[in-house]
């Protein structure tokens, strides 16, 4: 009998046609930066089957019928990876976060968030986190959904979907106390809460777990420390019984410090970070997304035009970034785009730059680094056989000027070419 049923699935699997074989393609750039080793390899070349790097190096020879992409004066580099990101929000000069979450429905913002998830990918950008619908629910389950069955263009995504805070202390605030008002993340009050709404958000498909440990308990007075040690603590054994790693918004050092010590996975922000701090996070691998475009957007809603000195709340991004650096700490690139337009992304690189990495170091944490605490490693963020094929071809060396990521000569996606320019 059972010899019988191995037969018959024999005989079956001989009776399904054999797909056709997906056209290879070879990808011929100027030079080929594989988002490791920081170097320029000037004439390789990269071999495409289906959704897979299959090949690179100088000098590759292809099957018969493979698809020659000529990208001459070009460099050819793996996707950047989007570290922090909000697809639901678009810039606050544009409208308020407190009415995009109150004022703006759900299919607006849903609408707005594919444009904007194309936006990202056409920025060269094939893979992103996003920490937070901000009062858009589980949208972004669905979008990530939509764009992982083609039916929208955008980033493979990594989501967090409503993302925690302790009850009351987020917004939007400043309202009649007697009048209950909608919050742009789920709250919690407690352990046994915070459980709870960890193991619903990743039921309903959350990647990461995001939480704000600390932030303005009134309107316009400074960020304190908002969840205990006890609270980030039991998100922390919830997430990571279930696979999934915790992202936390912090920035005083208080907050920071809790988190850290509750076993997070990276720290987002982190403006207030000392000395200290930052060496127990690159002492536990807990990486920092320094966020600088954020705060430069903010600043200059507020009126800054770039000049120097900048306002106190740049410099001090600008510190503690310095601060995290010489400290060893792994680097996120992620810039809380969303405060600022998808699609610029390479703002925050431009200013990780500014404040002192190489453009070499800037691409390597924007490529393989954020691939690698993003828990991708094996999949995306770097040139290398058997990764998956998310490329980009640039016109000119990103390594000796970033503004070459604003001259995208090619895009791919899985294996497939979402935009080339000619
Ligand atoms: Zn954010």
């Not at 995290?324 to 998808?342: K, T």
């Not at 944490?365 to 963020?381: E, I, P």
Request: glycine residues 12%; neutral net charge.
């Amino acid at each position: 009998m059972r010899w019988l049923t191995i037969m018959g699935a024999l005989a079956l699997g001989s009776a399904t046609p054999v797909p056709e074989a997906p056209t290879p393609f070879l990808l011929q750039p100027a030079a080929v930066f594989d988002g490791i080793d920081g170097r320029v390899h000037a004439g390789w070349q990269v071999l495409v089957r289906g959704d897979r790097i299959v090949a690179v190096g100088p000098g590759l020879s292809v099957p018969v019928g493979t698809r020659v992409i000529d990208l001459a004066g070009a460099t050819l580099m793996p996707g950047m990876i989007e570290g922090h990101g909000h697809l639901f929000l678009h810039p606050y000069d544009e409208a308020k976060w407190d009415d995009q979450v109150l004022h703006e429905p759900l299919a607006l913002r849903t609408a707005r968030a594919v444009a904007n998830a194309r936006a990202t990918l056409r920025a060269g950008f094939t893979s992103e986190r996003d920490l937070g619908t901000e009062g858009a629910g589980y949208a972004d389950v669905g979008l990530k959904e939509a764009i992982d069955r083609g039916i929208v263009d955008g980033p493979r995504l990594s989501v967090a979907t409503r993302a925690i805070v302790a009850l009351g202390a987020y917004g939007p605030k400043g309202f009649e106390p007697g009048v209950i008002i909608p919050q742009g993340a789920e709250e919690v009050s407690g352990p046994e809460e915070m459980t709870a709404a960890v193991r619903r958000q990743i039921a309903a498909g959350a990647d990461w777990v995001k939480l704000y440990a600390d932030y303005r308990w009134r309107p316009s007075e400074p960020s304190r420390p908002t969840l205990s040690l006890d609270e980030i603590r039991a998100a922390v054994v919830a997430a990571h019984d279930a696979g999934r790693p915790v992202a936390v918004h912090a920035s005083t050092p208080e907050g920071m410090r809790r988190a850290v010590e509750a076993g997070v996975d990276t720290i987002e922000h982190g403006y207030g970070g000392t000395q200290a701090i930052f060496a127990t996070m690159a002492a536990k691998g807990v990486a920092l997304c320094p966020t600088l475009a954020a705060v430069d957007a903010t600043a200059r809603y507020g009126g800054w035009k770039g000049s120097e000195p900048a306002p106190a709340a740049v410099r001090a991004s600008r510190d503690s970034f310095r601060l995290a650096l010489a400290a060893g700490v792994p680097i996120c690139m992620g810039g809380d785009v969303g405060v600022f337009a998808h699609g610029t992304n390479a703002r925050e690189m431009d200013l990780m730059a500014a404040a002192g990495m190489t453009p070499t170091q800037v691409l390597i944490a924007a490529t393989s680094g954020n691939a690698r605490w993003m828990r991708l490693g094996n999949h995306v963020g770097a040139v290398k056989p058997g990764l998956l094929a998310d490329l980009v071809a640039v016109a000119g060396d990103p390594t000796t000027d970033l503004a070459a990521l604003r001259a995208i000569r090619l895009i791919m996606r899985n294996g497939a070419v979402i935009a080339m320019a000619e």
